[in-house]
């Protein structure tokens, strides 16, 4: 998204530039960071995988952490191993905890693996108990057996701000062995929105959306049903998974502009995050490789204003009002908040099949490649394909559309909202068609079938990329740089709140390059405002300092990518982006993997380049 225009766009566009500006500090995406500065997430267990010998564990006896023959660990080669004797005998495990105050959660979770020789179905004559400090947690028995680990999980959050032993004792009877096999062991603690992961794959994967709605006669409300079939990638068990309803930012909790109801495939938990993150609790845990199937009733009302969900009179724009599946990674569930000043946004590549059953008198614009087919009693449903996408996002209303071909064989389409010109139209179209051209050579061949433009001089962000769909003024600068938001957000992914500067600094050196501009001398006019401002800041942060996002964001983030290109030089700087988005296609960028690939096309240490230019990560 481009906040503002770079180019003055006569009165009515600085009248909206001041009117953001005076809106958008006080968002209430700055609620963000105090909650995180209150709770550190940590993960307080070591060793929790034995993989690192025995300490800090005590155990009864040597053999108790092992990776002798007999059993098998749940990751890694090693594991405790309590009991399994046959005889009378009791094994424990233990350490020292520390649980920190401040936070609203903490879980533990261990994995455990229990086999017995007890044919009993009603006695428990070989027992496991975890405990903290004095405190019994959970007992299990020779009654739990199981073929392989199941994960468990208890609430241990008022330990909080204590430091106990976490135990494990097992004990057996006289006879018939039963082993009590424990891996992986830790307690998480977190705020309770984020638990932390040790595991970095992103998951839940391969998402594949099935939509059905229909309009009112105005084309700002919709209902009907979408359904999301995933699977999960990731080592650890899912045992829930979070729908992002973003646009319940534009609203309140009493009065959501996205409604979901009757899930199945699943049970709906609590709303969160102002109401924009839905927990669904699956019925078992999904292991590695596992699909599942969500499916429930959808409802969006469009609020007023010319927003990107909004309406602008007659002309809806719909953009993040589907519920899309939000993100675990290494760092846990991405409930980030919303935040207008830019994007929160971070979804894994996905399939959509959409179908907008809507009146005939309305055009509907939309993500992916679109048929019309006549409806009943006068209406059109529209029925849009998209693969490998991170988002689907359409508009509705009396557009007058103009179309065309780029050079390379993208079809183009215009929609302009009445009061646009049809000489501003044209030359709209032209931008578009040459902008997806230019960044295709450069970074790769644009792979979304049609791309369709919607444009309003009212809208007061400038202008909104959405895969193969975005909204925007009548700007040559911001169309190319939404454009080019199609490779640096769209085909390259990244995590939009966290690391903003990969898909807007990158975009915007796109656009530099696309209109001929070389970024001469920028960075000599660079001034920080604090050694705190950084490019590679969350929208965290800029929320907080939203006057400086634009500048710092966009601005020193280009030249930091046009300084890059002198070090580089020319051919190797255009060498390593095509590359890097080549080996990102469909994936996802970070900081970390840039910054190598970078270091590695060049035999310059680029060290001091990235402190110079506040780059890190």
Known sequence: MRPTPHKALGAGALIVAAVAALVLPGTPATAGPATAAACTPAQVVTNGGFESGTSPWTTSSSTVITSRTGQTAHGGSSYAWLDGVGGTHTDTLGQSVTIPSGCGTATLSFWLHIDTAETTSSTAYDKLTAKLGGTTLATYSNLDKNTGYVKKSVDVSSFAGQTVNLSFTGTEDSSLQTSFVLDDIALDTSDGSTPPSTDPTRTPAAPSYTVNLSSDTSGTVWTGHESVTFTNASATALGEVYLRLWDNYHGSCDAMPVTVGNVTGGTAGALSVACTALRIDLPSPLAQGQSATLGFDLGITVPSG???????????????????????????????????????????????????????????????????????????????????????????????????????????????????????????????????????????????????????????????????????????????????HQWWY????????????????????????????????????????????????????????????????????????????????????AKLLKDYASAHWYGVSTTAEFKAAAQAATSTDLTSFWTQHRIEG
């Open 306 to 484: 010319a927003d990107r969900f909004g309406h602008d009179g007659a002309f809806s724009f719909v953009g993040n009002a589907l519920p899309l599946l939000a993100v675990r990674d290494s760092a846990g569930w991405h409930l980030d908040p919303y935040t207008d000043n830019g994007e929160s946004f971070y979804s894994l590549a996905a399939d959509f099949k959409v179908t907008l059953d809507h009146p005939g008198s309305l055009l509907v614009p939309a993500t992916g490649t679109s048929t019309d087919t006549p409806g009943s009693s006068g209406r059109t449903v529209t029925t849009a394909t998209a693969s490998k996408v991170r988002d689907f996002a359409w508009a509705a209303g009396p557009f007058t559309k103009v179309s065309g071909t780029s050079a390379a064989g993208v079809p183009v389409n215009v929609y302009s909202v009445s009061g646009i010109s049809s000489s501003s139209a044209q030359s709209m179209l032209s931008t578009a068609k040459t902008a997806v051209d230019a960044h295709a050579a450069r970074f790769g061949a644009y792979p979304y079938g049609e791309l369709d433009a919607v444009i309003d001089n009212n809208y007061w962000f400038g202008g909104m990329e959405y895969p193969g769909f975005v909204l925007d003024l009548v700007s040559t600068t911001a169309l190319t740089h939404e454009i080019g």
């Open 490 to 573: 769209g085909i390259v992914g990244d995590d939009e709140y966290t690391s903003p500067w990969l898909d807007e600094a990158f975009t915007d050196y796109s656009t530099d390059l696309a209109l001929g501009k070389t970024g001469s001398n920028c960075w000599s006019s660079v001034s920080w405002a604090s050694s705190a401002e950084k490019i590679t800041n969350s929208m965290a942060y800029w929320d907080a300092h939203s006057s400086r996002y634009s500048t710092v964001v966009y601005g020193y983030g280009k030249c930091a990518l046009h300084d890059l290109r002198r070090v580089l030089g020319d051919t190797a700087m």
